[in-house]
């Protein structure tokens, strides 16, 4: 059980010519494994990401989650946008609850409960416009947690927010990672947050992308930003980063 | 600085309708200016009563035509043909800016000609209609529905269409319903404009009442207009004008208060102080 990724190509076509941007992917990850993606922006990290929730089909490869090919987008992968897309004109209880029945028992139960984990408390009736970045990021993690995803997928999910937020937000995560034992993979383009969440970090590098490093992490959670041994790790992934980094300015592309 | 938002709801919400009856004070200066002004004129004898007559003697018109039954007679008449001929039109545009703006096939096959139509003014079939319904009931209703059918139609079609994609997407990760996607996502969505169409078409069914009364009708606020002319009341004339001005914007604020409560969601600029 668990998620096995393998695409042999992924191309682009930007005005009749051919761009390879993803090659040759190989991850697999066990159940309850959090993959973070490092890569440089344009190393397609986010395409990989789509492709693992089925929202793109074209690309050479196959994806197969708890056995089950992906075919096409689903709540079995738990999806999380860069922006939090709740609706504007349902409130958080019902954005949560989306096209599930609020009245109906069952639901209303998982509902409150979701909304405990996510910390919102007291807001369950709030519309989206109402709330902050932060806020809105829970609910919509809340509305793909409460479908049961076997895998949830994050897409650069605290990037629009501050500092402070992203930090708590990275707690709540983990918090949740931890008591619902989900399969999580998450992209990011902060070196920081890929080691202080990830069981693996994979680093991409750019044109086209490919895994240039798969690091295992083995320290406990919480985790400790000021530890020498997390230290230690960011050090090494950083210059894993930044030998991609360099490679890509030696062959004179980039920026 | 959300929490504190939340906290302070209340007290906005009645600093808000403090607000609202300020500016509703402030609408009435100017109307209330001119009233003045109005009777002071007529009053000193400078105009004759034919051409205008004072404010004072219009509302003792009004008066006596609200005493007598005449008005409410005629204002009856009047709310039930643009009511049936809003309600025709209104119902028809809905169903159709729905299935042009669900289906693409629906869309080609229809909206060229709906465009075509569109440009048609309601003045120019008028003839038409008295041609083939005559001078009664039904060519009234049916020259009200054709007016009031577009402004409806287009912003039904624009609203169904203006649903954004990124929702779209959500949906389709959620694994939302064909029927979930139309009552979640897409109604929701496209109710803003629905309620501008709605609007719309309202205002212009009561403009195109006038025209259907002014062609030929023996009742109507309308045609006691027309009636008060040919016999030069002015004042009568006035009130029908009154009439027409007070009932259509009662309407329109109708349906700015349900829009108002369907679109709470919505938090949109407000207009400077």
Known sequence: MGVKISIQEKNFRIEQERKLVLDDIQLTLNKGDFLTIIGPSGCGKSTLLKIVAGLDTDYRGAVIVNGRQVEKPGIAQGFIFQEHRLFPWMTVEQNIAADLNLKDPEVREKVDEIIEIVRLKGYEKAYPSEISGGMSQRVAIARALIRDPEILLLDEPFGALDAFTRQHLQDVLIDIWQRKKITMMLVTHDIDEAVYLGTHIAILSANPGRVEKLVPVELSYPRSRTSPSYQDVRQRVLQEFEKTEYEKYRDGEGI | ?273
């Open chain 2, 1 to 273: 600085m959300v929490r504190a938002q939340a906290l302070n709801k209340p007290i906005a919400g009645g600093k808000k309708a403090k607000k609202s009856s300020a500016a509703w004070g402030k609408g009435l200066v100017f109307p209330l200016l001119v009233i003045i002004i109005w009777q002071i004129v007529s009053s000193s004898g400078l105009v004759s009563v034919t051409v205008l007559p004072s404010p004072l003697q219009i509302v003792s018109t009004f008066y006596q035509l609200i005493i007598s039954g005449v008005l409410l007679e005629h204002l009856q008449i009047s709310i039930y043909r643009a009511a049936a001929g809003f309600l025709l039109g209104g119902g028809i545009a809905l169903i159709l800016g729905f299935l042009v703006g669900f289906s693409k096939q629906f869309e080609s096959y229809l909206d060229p000609t709906m465009q075509m139509l569109r440009t048609i003014p309601s003045l120019a079939v008028t003839p038409l209609f008295i041609l083939w319904f005559g001078l009664d009931e039904l060519s009234k209703i049916l020259l009200i529905a054709f007016a009031s059918f577009f402004p409806l139609y287009v912003n039904t079609y624009n609203g169904i269409r203006s649903v954004d994609m990124k929702l779209f997407e959500v949906a389709q990760v959620l694994e939302f319903s064909r029927w979930k996607k139309v009552t979640k996502l897409i109604l929701p969505s496209a109710l803003g404009h629905i309620l501008v169409g709605i609007r719309l078409s309202l205002g212009i069914a009561w403009l195109s009442l006038v025209v259907a009364e002014l062609m030929g009708s023996s009742s109507g606020v309308g045609y006691m207009i027309m009636d008060a002319r040919q016999f030069s009341q002015t004042d009568k004339v006035f009130v029908g004008i009154i009439i027409f001005g007070v009932v259509g914007k009662l309407t329109d604020s109708l349906v700015r208060l349900l829009e108002k409560k369907l679109l709470k969601w919505q938090t949109n600029f407000e207009g400077v102080e």
